[in-house]
Nanobody, 115 residues
Framework: VQLQASGGGLVQPGGSLRLSCTAS????????MGWYRQAPGKQRELVAS????????YYAGSVKGRFTISRDSAKNSVSLQMNSLKPEDTAVYYC?????????WGQGTQVTVSS
């Protein structure tokens, strides 16, 4: 069962985007969730994660203070609010459980930050 991310697009530097991902209840409710990204020529990296109880979060240093991860238990969804976007944020963004499991990688959603 792949997790599908949505909400990507083309945005100018300094702009904002909100990514969303919905999972089945049996995946969402028992796992920490994470947002990952992979830029061209680079390895996939963890951008942000949120504990299954929603009380703790983690952010990579490069996005701390600009990105906010949240989860909605009623909708079994996890979101990533991205503000003050920079060209170096350009990547394909994925959601998965944290730590990630191979079967859950979806197609991801492209985020391009460019003027």
């Amino acid at each position: 069962v792949q997790l599908q991310a949505s909400g990507g697009g083309l945005v100018q530097p300094g702009g904002s985007l909100r990514l969303s991902c919905t999972a089945s209840a049996h995946i969402f409710q028992v796992n920490n969730m994470g947002w990952y990204r992979q830029a061209p020529g680079k390895q996939r990296e963890l951008v942000a994660s949120i504990w299954k109880d929603g009380k703790n979060t983690y952010y990579a240093g490069s996005v701390k203070g600009r990105f906010t991860i949240s989860r909605d238990s009623a909708k079994n969804s996890v979101s990533l609010q991205m503000n003050s976007l920079k060209p170096e944020d350009t990547a394909v963004y994925y959601c998965n459980v944290q730590p990630p499991l191979a079967p859950y990688w979806g197609q991801g959603t492209q985020v391009t930050v460019s003027s």
